[in-house]
């Protein structure tokens, strides 16, 4: 990757900075599947975060947010692509959605990885409306946002109709 980084972006801290978070520490930089492996990089942060109460879990979401969006739109621009495959902070607030406000079993990190995983390439309405219209940190971070949310509500929504319907 260093030889896509505009030179003068090499020596600025903040730069260094937005390109380490948004490569999760280099995870991002590894040849298969970047987007996989930025998506684990949630399991253990939200396995930290079980069992806090929703508003620390919220306040959580909100400055991870926050942060890959800087660190996203930042390194997007050093490395001039837009979505470039390396930054994979995105996948990992995504994931961090996906299993938002969940009791976390086994059972459930693994059925929710594989939807997130499943909206995140699939791209089904809205995720692919975001995908394609808003452009810059934002569209790289809020299309995944939107598919760990839509991760969350199948998830629930089908819990919900095992539990009491069928």
């Known amino acids: 990757m260093e030889k896509d980084i505009h030179p003068d972006c090499r020596n600025d801290v903040a730069d260094k900075a937005a390109l380490s978070i948004a490569t999760c520490l280099g995870i991002g930089r590894l040849p298969w599947a970047p987007?996989?492996?930025?998506?684990?990089?949630?399991?253990?942060?939200?396995?930290?975060?079980?069992?806090?109460?929703?508003i620390t879990e919220s306040s959580f979401l909100f400055l991870f947010s926050l942060c890959s969006l800087w660190a996203s739109g930042r390194a997007a621009k050093i490395i001039g692509r837009n979505d470039p495959p390396e930054v994979v902070i995105d996948?990992?607030?995504?994931?961090?959605?996906?299993?938002?406000?969940?009791?976390?079993?086994?059972?459930?990190?693994?059925?929710?990885?594989?939807?997130?995983?499943?909206f995140d390439i699939l791209k089904p309405?809205?995720?692919?409306?975001?995908?394609?219209?808003?452009?810059?940190?934002?569209?790289?971070?809020?299309?995944?946002?939107?598919?760990?949310?839509?991760?969350?509500?199948?998830?629930?929504?089908?819990?919900?109709?095992?539990?009491?319907v069928w």
């Open 125 to 164: 309405f809205p995720i692919n409306y975001i995908d394609k219209k808003v452009h810059g940190g934002t569209g790289i971070v809020l299309d995944d946002i939107a598919a760990g949310v839509c991760a969350n509500v199948v998830l629930s929504l089908m819990e919900y109709l095992l539990n009491h």
């Open 35 to 54: 987007g996989t492996w930025g998506s684990i990089v949630a399991i253990p942060i939200c396995l930290g975060l079980g069992g806090r109460s929703p």
């Open 91 to 118: 996948e990992a607030v995504g994931m961090s959605f996906a299993l938002a406000f969940v009791h976390l079993d086994l059972y459930r990190i693994a059925a929710l990885f594989l939807l997130f995983r499943i």
